[in-house]
């Protein structure tokens, strides 16, 4: 079993930046590719960015491409997420995931952590 529990969301104006953290727990993630989803109210919720455990292939979704990072530290078991300049429309609650099977760009996943909000103010 694993767990992921994230940190860094907050509350930030249109333009700023924020850091997500993902730490996880329980086995070795050696092997396991690592990512963010994220939900919108109302909305489903929708691929982010993941990377492979090596770190050697990184994937974004279009809509991030150019203002989010993606990256890991295999010796911590965390990935983070550097988000710059935030719209109002990355406003979600943003999900660490780990998968043993595949980029862990689409579902299914294996595992998923609680959550942690993003809000944007315009």
């Known amino acids: 079993q694993v767990q992921l529990v994230e940190s860094g969301g907050g509350l930030v104006q249109a333009g700023g930046s924020l850091r997500l953290s993902c730490a996880a727990s329980?086995?070795?993630?050696?092997?396991?590719?690592m990512g963010w989803f994220r939900q919108a109210p109302g909305k489903e919720r929708e691929f982010v960015a993941a990377?492979?455990?090596?770190?050697?292939?990184?994937y974004y979704a279009d809509s991030v491409k150019g203002r989010f990072s993606i990256s890991r530290d295999n010796a911590k078991n965390t990935v983070y997420l550097q988000m710059n300049s935030l719209k109002p429309e990355d406003t979600a609650v943003y999900y660490c995931v780990a998968d043993s099977r595949g980029r862990a760009t689409s579902l299914p996943i294996d595992y998923w952590g609680q959550g942690t909000q993003v809000t944007v103010s315009s």
């Open positions: 990377i492979v455990w090596s770190g050697t292939n990184i």
């Open positions: 329980g086995r070795t993630l050696s092997r396991y590719a």
